[in-house]
C-alpha cells in the first residue's frame, strides 16, 4: 500500500524511510541465517522480502525531496551488513559458534526493525494523529511477527522466536495508537 501510495502521489509524505531500511537488513541478515542453518523456509521468504524492501528503498529515494540523509542511512547499514558479513564468515571459523552469533545478530536487527516505526512516538502523541504510521504495515508487521513467533517456537529457535515477540507487541501499540489518535485528528495549534 506504501509503494503504491508514493507511485500515486509520486512522493513521500507521510511515509517513513527507516522501517523500509531497517526490514532490508533485516531480511538479508536472515537470509544468511537460513543459509547457514539450510531453512529453506528462511531462505524463500527473506529473499523474496529482501527484494521487496530494496524496491521500496529504491522508489522511496526516487520520489523523495531529501535524498542525501537516506542515502547516508542507506550507505551506513550496508556498511554494517558488509562488516557483520565478513566478521562472519572470515572471523568465525567454527560453525555451531557462526550460527549462535549470526542468530543473536539477526534478533538485534529484528527487534530494530519492530520498534523502527515507534521513533515517532512523542510527535504522535503531540499531534494527537498516527498520521505519520503505516496501517498496512502495522497489519503486516503483527502478522508477519505473529507467524514467525509461531514458526520459532515450532522449531524450539530461541533466535527466532524471541525478538519477533516484540513485534507483536509494538504492533499491538501501534493498532492502540490508530484507535486513540486517527489519522485525520490534527491537533488544533
Not at 524511510?17 to 537470509?31: C, E, I, K
Not at 542507506?74 to 572471523?91: E, I, K, N, Q
Not at 549462535?100 to 534478533?107: M, R
Request: aromatic residues 14%.
Amino acid at each position: 500500500t506504501d509503494l503504491r501510495q508514493m507511485l500515486a502521489t509520486k512522493s513521500v509524505e507521510n511515509i517513513q524511510f527507516l522501517p523500509f531500511l531497517t526490514t532490508d537488513v533485516n531480511n538479508l541478515s536472515w537470509l544468511g541465517y537460513g543459509c547457514l542453518k539450510q531453512d529453506w523456509t528462511l531462505i524463500a521468504v527473506n529473499t523474496i522480502g529482501a527484494g521487496l524492501q530494496t524496491l521500496y528503498i529504491l522508489v522511496y529515494l526516487y520520489y523523495s525531496p531529501s535524498k542525501g540523509p537516506m542515502m547516508l542511512r542507506s550507505l551506513l547499514l550496508l556498511a554494517v551488513l558488509a562488516a557483520g558479513y565478513g566478521y562472519f564468515t572470515l572471523v568465525i571459523g567454527d560453525e555451531k559458534m557462526r550460527l549462535e552469533q549470526l542468530g543473536l545478530f539477526c534478533s538485534v536487527f529484528t527487534i530494530s526493525m519492530y520498534l523502527s516505526p515507534l521513533a515517532d512516538l512523542a510527535k504522535i502523541i503531540r499531534s494527537r494523529s498516527s498520521r505519520c504510521l503505516s496501517f498496512p504495515l502495522t497489519v503486516a508487521t503483527f502478522l508477519a511477527s505473529s507467524s514467525w513467533t509461531l514458526y520459532g517456537l515450532q522449531l524450539h529457535d530461541p533466535y527466532i522466536t524471541v525478538p519477533n515477540i516484540p513485534g507483536v507487541i509494538t504492533s499491538a501499540v501501534r493498532f492502540w495508537l490508530f484507535w486513540r489518535y486517527p489519522p485525520g485528528q490534527e491537533k488544533p495549534y
